[in-house]
């Protein structure tokens, strides 16, 4: 019975060595296995977040408001024209008033319109279109001026406005067309206009 104890000891104690050996291993990969997609799941919020700011960044660079002034002379198709505005944006969004007058050496036309319109972003040249009623003015009507006929004093009408110019920071220079039209009345001509107010990014 005694000669049988130290083999019976002997593998049970290299049992136990065998085991305390693979078991650390094992806990180990097990540890290495449940890190590595943490890791991973760490990597992809980093990147979500560095995304996501520069998507905010981008944003807000691209992000622009603008207000200015312009006024301008020119020709009309009756006679020597003028026009002056008063205008907004955001973004490619453009609000604002616009007047514009044409003269002969005798009867003038009128209007002054609130127009919406869209625009590019370019920080030095802008592309505008605006459309909008209109409240037009005047003795210069449409047809044979000789003919008497009885129009109102003032008519309500549509105007189309467009401007491209090429600007700076609070400064302008470039062309303003413009059209309005009523039942009775015509208005349009284009003048070299200047813009002043803030105009850079």
């Not at 026009?83 to 616009?98: C, D, E, K, M, Q």
């Not at 409240?135 to 210069?140: E, M, N, R």
């Amino acid at each position: 019975m005694n000669k049988s104890c130290p083999p019976f000891l002997l593998s049970r104690v290299a049992l136990l060595l065998l085991l305390s050996g693979t078991l650390p291993l094992s806990l180990r990969a097990q540890v290495d296995s449940t890190n590595l997609p943490r890791a991973q799941v760490d990597s992809t919020r980093s990147s979500r977040v560095h995304v996501d700011s520069t998507n905010s960044a981008k944003v807000d660079a691209d992000r622009r408001q603008n207000f200015w002034l312009s006024a301008g002379i020119g020709v009309g198709v009756h006679g020597i024209a003028g026009a002056a505005g008063a205008w907004y944006s955001n973004n490619h969004l453009v609000v604002g008033a616009h007047g514009a007058d044409v003269a002969t050496w005798g009867p003038e036309v009128h209007d002054i319109a609130l127009l919406v319109g869209l625009r590019n972003l370019n920080p030095h040249s802008m592309i505008m279109v605006a459309a909008g009623p209109a409240v037009l003015g005047g003795k210069l009507y449409v047809g044979n001026l000789y003919v008497p006929r009885t129009v109102a004093k003032h008519e309500v009408g549509f105007a189309l406005s467009a401007l491209t110019m090429v600007n700076f920071s609070v400064v302008g220079i470039g062309l303003d067309g413009f059209v309005a039209r009523s039942g009775n009345r015509l208005v349009e001509g284009v003048t070299l206009s200047l813009q002043a107010g803030g105009l850079g990014n």
